[in-house]
């Protein structure tokens, strides 16, 4: 919604009051916010500084249009055409001559993923990375490539020419397409479809679309469909063109998907398990298959984790990424400019080291003159002495005590220089070793304590590296047993989805023993049946008049002759029904034959002589 705010009010431009009245009507009707005038009017009353301006109506629009919008209330594709409308009509420039790569369309389109790329701060801009991501994308949907140099020389040159850094402005990005420099003389149909494909992925959140085919839940039939998988649900079209919906499949976290075997003629079998049914689902090729599985498993994650976009999560991803990447360069930044800075001490240290040598060099020198100072004295005063010995020579003889008195004090004078001469030496020396031992001390507490900070520094860091390898291997542990349970639930549920086919073909072979027992049954049944219908043709014989039949033979005990009219009738009757060959009598209709020519009266059948028996076996089983 900022960067909605940021389009509808880009600078301190003036309106007319008309203008201010038309614009908020649409914002309200866009928007759904029930519309009132007077609140704009009561805004506005006290606006004596002349014509309305952006930066009076910003508080109008903060307080009663856009914090009254309620989430998934209104249209969002509806709101992006209005302020792309407000916003592309000063700004969009099109090549008058008709050499523009964009359509009007696909330039919204462009917009509205621009917004959606764009860093949360105004004035808007794409940062190098995501104009990158985005032009891969719309690259590979064109199955085009693009080297990693190519794309950073054009977005310098872009940054260049606008001179700006950082980023690209809504305007540049729009002029960087018109102008075909990165599409290697792409089609303009082709560039209108990679742009929809991208616009559908990253904005309507469309993760994966394509023809499925797919099984019906009451003829059980298969048809091909064409199917839009979002975070929230599968939707299934009648064709691509996605204007006659055939039904949709929620998506939640208690949702799953499974591999299927191939059977019925169908392969690359899938079904997708909900709460209320199983949806079964074929695809043109195993690797179509691998992709439509963990396509509909990462919006079962996506349900699990609370989220609602794919891309709203990865683009903040990248964003921490990036952030990562600023931190650490800030970090090697402040390393070399500390290193630098210890370089720079260090020379210091070597100047002042050189400064203390050069003295410590003119203090020798001034030593050596004060030497040699002496040592000429010394010279001077030898050569005194010598003349005065000389002189004392000449005046030995008067002045001997004298002279040895002399001599003494003078061997005394060369001890006691010597001695002053020895301590001089002495105390210099112990001077030399005390400035020295303060400059280790001195260069010794410097280094501890730079090894003291830098020890801390890297104790601090290796604290954290740890801390993020246990959270590391925390999250890889979770990870690999949800995925062990998985394994394991879908190791069972084909364990038992065996062991159901297995009950199915027992149960089946078991059937088709059953049947094949009943028609032998039924053979036999058949056979039996026109055994006795034969047996039973023999015995209904008509008797003509004269025949005699000894009754002592008949296999009819008590058999009674019928009237001859009646008998004649009945004769008559199974004559004509013996004479139907389609037809086979069944044993309940001979036997009432049997009762009809015994006069109504059941009569036992008797053994049958030994001559029927002879004649007429019975059928074997």
Known sequence: MAHRERSLCPGPLRFHWQKVQVLSHNLYTVLHIPHDPVALEEHFRDDDDGPVSSQGYMPYLNKYILDKVEEGAFVKEHFDELCWTLTAKKNYRVDSNGNSMLS?????????????????????????????????????????????????????????????????????????????RCLRGVGRDTLSMAIHEVYQELIQDVLKQGYLWKRGHLRRNWTERWFQ???????????????????????????????????????????????????????????????????????IRLQAEGKTSLHKDLKQKRREQREQRERRRAAKEEELLRLQQLQEEKERKLQELE??????????????????????QHRELQQALEGQLREAEQARASMQAEMELKKEEAARQRQRIQELEEMQQRLQEALQLEVKARRDEEAVRLAQTRLLEEEEDKLKQLLQLKEEQERYIERAQQEKQELQQEMAQQSRSLQRAQQQLEEVRQNRQRADEDVEAAQKKLRQASTNVKHWNVQMNRLMHPIEPGDKRPTTSSSFTGFQPLPLARRDSSLKRLTRWGSQGNRTPSPSSSEQQLKSLNGGEEAPISASTPQEDKLDPPPEN
Do not use: H
């Open 229 to 299: 998988l979002q975070p929230s649900c599968l939707c299934y079209f009648g064709s691509e063109e996605c204007k006659e919906k055939r039904g949709t499949i929620p998506l939640d976290a208690q949702c799953c998907v499974e591999v299927l075997p191939d059977r019925e003629g169908k392969r690359c079998m899938f079904c997708v398990k909900t709460a209320s049914r199983t949806y079964e689902m074929s695809a043109s090729d195993t690797r179509q298959r691998q992709e439509w599985t963990a396509a509909i498993q990462t919006a």
């Open 104 to 180: 009007n369309e696909d330039a919204f389109r462009l917009w509205c993923l621009f917004n959606f790329l764009s860093e949360d701060k105004y004035p808007l801009i794409m940062v190098p990375d995501e104009v990158e991501y985005l032009l891969k994308k719309v690259l590979s949907s064109m199955s085009l490539e693009v080297g990693l140099g190519e794309l950073e020389e054009l977005l310098a040159q872009e940054a260049q020419a606008a001179q700006t850094s950082g980023g690209l402005s809504v305007w540049q990005f729009l002029e960087l397409f018109n102008s075909g």
């Open 355 to 376: 400064l203390l040598q050069e003295a410590q060099r003119q203090a020798e020198r001034l030593l050596q003159e004060e030497e040699e100072r002496r040592r000429t």
